[in-house]
T-cell receptor, first 117, second 111 residues
């Protein structure tokens, strides 16, 4: 099976702009989670989508949003970008159903490195 | 979810077994231990998980102490490609389905 893909891989934006990142999960996986990784805060959970519904949300401001499509592909959007939003944004997929243990066997994509100037 | 404590860094010689410890003294009876690793410039990779029995797969072995307050991830024959940050995560299925990563252990495999 193909792995999790994320586009674009690199992005440079200016403060105040908005950005949309895309994630295609492993075929058959219905759960998509997003994480932010920065040198200072490490890996932090943003949100999780399952069957087009946000199932869990981390402690991030409302400028961070996401959605999931019927084919399980997901996008996340960050509006009014700030310098502190510069980070590696990681998407992870898991089956989302079945044994709960499988929900935590998440398969990560390579990430999108966002730089805000 | 229970808090975990891991050494900040470790070194291991190529070809030797790498033993990565994790302390989770406040773990509850129904909480699982998961291990992930992150190789530089890549997304994290799931390695293994366990509840109370020792587990082994093609990547590693997980040894959980009888009192479940600590565990050890064993990479039996470490290679240079095993150089990565290793994260030990305790999961409670009663909470949100998310992974909470700590600082992990930076494992360096030396030739």
């Amino acid at each position: 099976k193909a792995g999790v893909t994320q586009t674009p891989r690199y992005l440079i934006k200016t403060r105040g702009q908005q950005v949309t990142l895309s994630c295609s999960p492993i075929s058959g996986h219905r759960s998509v989670s997003w994480y932010q990784q920065t040198p200072g805060q490490g890996l932090q959970f943003l949100f999780e989508y399952f069957s087009e519904t946000q199932r869990n949300k981390g402690n991030f401001p409302g400028r961070f949003s996401g959605r999931q499509f019927s084919n399980s592909r997901s996008e996340m959007n960050v509006s009014t970008l700030e310098l502190g939003d510069s980070a590696l944004y990681l998407c992870a997929s898991s089956p989302g159903t079945g044994a709960l243990t499988s929900s935590y066997e998440q398969y990560f994509g390579p990430g999108t490195r966002l730089t805000v100037t | 979810d229970a808090k975990t404590t891991q050494p900040t860094s470790m070194d291991c010689a190529e070809g030797r077994a790498a033993n990565l410890p994790c302390n989770h003294s406040t773990i509850s009876g129904n909480e699982y231990v998961y291990w992930y690793r992150q190789i530089h410039s890549q997304g994290p990779q799931y390695i293994i998980h366990g509840l109370k029995n020792n587990e082994t797969n093609e990547m590693a072995s997980l040894i959980i102490t009888e009192d479940r307050k600590s565990s050890t991830l064993i990479l039996p024959h470490a290679t240079l490609r095993d150089t990565a940050v290793y994260y030990c995560i305790v999961i409670s299925f009663q909470g949100a389905q998310k992974l909470v990563f700590g600082q992990g252990t930076r494992l360096t495999i030396n030739p």
